[in-house]
């Protein structure tokens, strides 16, 4: 038997595995079409419309994004009822301030505008209008280079700090946050008031400042941190001579001239850094005295 | 009703419509699902799932071809679908293993029963003949359709011819199992 006769065979009696399959089977069919939810007609379209729809959101999440960003400013902080008063200063009281959170504290700490008479920063206090309509107070910008200052007065009596005095020490810790500023202002009085404490380490401890350590030397020539020029002109004033007294007007006599240390005065400068970075701290020796000083001094 | 308006039917999910299509072709349907599987209720199976496909594809259908001979088309390659998953199909079928019937003159005997006598193939042999004698195939597609070579679909052709012919159309039919050695 050829293979063509075969194929021929088979496929011309294959209508005989043909066979209704019967109802029961397309109830099952049925049952099974609603289980499955029907499909949208157009599939294309439904695509269209996800692809659609999911641009419009990603528009919108970048555009949101984008808003965020740009509203980025500062929240409103109430920084008022913090300030205390103090004779002669301005009550910022129910002041509303457009600051940054990370100068909260410092706007915290600075201490209040002094102005003369005791009157208010204008646009700060409420205005009576009419009919005793009290209008709310207009905002106080408050300028943070503007803090930072010397039109603000820093007060260092207010400053809370604990000093302790071991034998040879004294140990300042201060538990307010002072700006660089302040600190330096606050060890510099501490060293001033340690002054004549000759050999003394003054420790100063802030928060956010490096420990401040500085031994007294010289208490006599009043130093420390504090460079000291004499000011060669005003350097001393010769209260009265002798000669002076007497109308002697033959020739100074040696050691009759006398002056009082006390009327020295003083120009204090900051330490001045070296090349190398060094400090600071020396002892910048007055000037040799002129002619007319030695001529005196004899 | 025609069959345009069947397929309408069929694309706004009238159940009468496609109950319509269903008693149509039904038969047909389950006339290739028998041929492909063994057992009958794999075959039912097959039905169900050939109608399930397409009704819900039934927008693909683009009025190329005869809606029965894409519907068939669909009962096909879901057997195929199926008998991919659990059919191993030998690369080289031995003609050792051709395993012949006791009985002279399968024609008389099977009368004509070709459901029985393609019973006699293994899985691999028969769906490549059905593929190749009756469906009109060619080897590479149905390597394609059945992810196997080229080579294979030959061999295991090559053995379901040898099979029928010995067993049903041979004159001189062995009547043992140990034929040809």
């Known amino acids: ?298 | 009703m025609s069959e345009q308006q069947l397929i309408s039917g069929c694309i706004r999910q009238d159940r009468r419509s496609q109950q319509q299509v269903y008693t149509i072709y039904g038969a047909k349907v389950l006339g290739i699902c028998k041929r492909y599987m063994k057992d009958r209720e794999r075959a039912e199976e097959m039905v169900m799932n050939t109608f399930l496909q397409a009704f819900g594809k039934i927008t693909q259908y683009k009025n190329e071809g005869s809606f029965e001979g894409w519907i068939l088309r669909i009962a096909v390659n879901c057997c195929l679908m199926e008998l991919r998953k659990k059919t191993t199909f030998d690369v080289e079928v031995p003609h050792d293993n051709i395993q012949l019937p006791a009985n002279d003159g399968a024609d008389a005997f099977f009368n004509d029963d070709i459901e029985a006598m393609l019973k006699i193939l293994p899985d691999g042999a028969r769906i490549v003949f059905n593929l190749y004698a009756i469906e009109g195939y060619k080897h590479h597609e149905i390597a394609e359709q059945l992810g196997i070579s080229e080579g294979t679909s030959k061999s295991q052709l090559h053995y379901a011819k040898e099979k029928l012919k010995k067993t049903f159309f041979s004159t001189n039919t062995p009547k043992t199992a140990s034929h040809g050695r």
């Open chain 1, 1 to 298: 038997m050829e293979d063509k006769e075969l194929f021929d065979f088979f496929k011309s009696r294959s209508q005989a595995f043909n066979e209704a399959p019967g109802n029961a089977l397309w109830t099952k069919i049925e049952a099974q079409m609603l289980l499955e939810p029907a499909k949208p007609l157009n599939e294309k379209a439904t695509l269209f419309t996800k692809k659609l729809f999911l641009f419009i959101a990603a528009v919108a999440i970048i555009a949101a994004v984008f808003f965020m960003l740009s509203q980025k400013e500062v929240p409103v902080v109430i920084i008022n009822k913090e300030i205390k008063t103090a004779p002669g200063q301005v009550v910022y009281e129910n002041d509303t301030v457009k600051k940054k959170a990370a100068q909260k504290q410092y706007i915290n700490f600075a201490p209040k505008k002094v102005e003369k008479g005791r009157t208010a920063v204008a646009g700060t206090a409420p205005k009576v209008i009419e009919d005793g309509i009290i209008s709310p107070p207009a905002f106080a910008k408050i300028d943070s280079k503007r803090l930072d200052k010397d039109t603000i007065k820093f007060d260092l009596n207010t400053v809370k700090m604990t000093t302790q005095t071991p034998p040879g020490r004294v140990i300042v810790s201060v538990k307010d946050k002072l700006s660089e500023s302040q600190f330096r202002l606050l060890t510099q009085k501490i060293v001033a008031e340690h002054k004549n404490e000759d050999g003394t380490l003054i420790v100063v401890k802030a928060a956010g400042h490096k420990l401040f350590r500085q031994i007294i030397k010289n208490a006599e020539l009043n130093v420390a941190p504090i460079h000291l020029a004499i000011d060669s002109v005003k350097r001393f004033q010769p209260i009265k001579t002798s000669l002076q007294d007497s109308n002697v007007t033959g020739g100074l006599k040696a050691g009759s001239i006398t002056f009082k240390v006390d009327t020295l005065k003083l120009n204090t400068t900051r330490p001045s850094k070296t090349k190398n970075g060094t400090n600071n701290g020396k002892i910048i020796k007055p000037k040799k005295p002129t002619e007319t000083e030695e001529i005196l001094n004899l």
